[in-house]
């Protein structure tokens, strides 16, 4: 899979350097801009050719990923879904979510704050 960045994100800090968030793409509309020439070696642009295929498209390791919240969504996921549990839930409700998937035997998606 190809990343697109906005161009010059590794050299000014307001354009992302080192800020993940701040990568995201912009078309390049400068006259002299290498990237909007598509000269050799230069980052490539997303074109028409780029996009994944709609029976892939937003599927994780092949899996429909589903933001759950509660047991009741949890109970509504099958074994073709990946489980996401949302940030918006604490501790005590993550905890009980988990040792529901684990009995389940779902497979989820571990975020940074579910790691801990």
């Known amino acids: 899979m190809v990343r697109f960045l906005r161009s010059d994100t590794a050299?000014?800090?307001?354009?992302?350097?080192?800020?993940?968030?701040?990568q995201k793409w912009r078309r390049p509309r400068g006259m002299h801009s290498k990237i909007r020439r598509k000269r050799f070696s230069y980052p490539i642009m997303p074109t028409v050719g780029h996009k994944s295929a709609r029976a892939t498209s937003g599927l994780i390791r092949g899996k429909k990923p589903i933001v759950v919240e509660n047991l009741a969504e949890l109970a509504k996921?099958?074994?073709?879904?990946?489980?996401?549990?949302?940030?918006?839930?604490?501790?005590?409700?993550?905890?009980?979510?988990?040792?529901?998937?684990?009995?389940?035997?779902?497979?989820?998606?571990?975020?940074?704050?579910s790691a801990k």
Not at 80 to 107: D, F, Q
Request: hydrophobic share 35%; proline share 0%.
């Open 77 to 113: 996921i099958g074994k073709h879904n990946l489980v996401v549990l949302s940030s918006r839930i604490g501790a005590k409700k993550r905890i009980e979510l988990l040792k529901k998937v684990e009995e389940m035997k779902l497979e989820t998606l571990q975020t940074n704050r």
């Open 11 to 22: 050299r000014h800090s307001r354009l992302g350097k080192n800020r993940r968030k701040l």
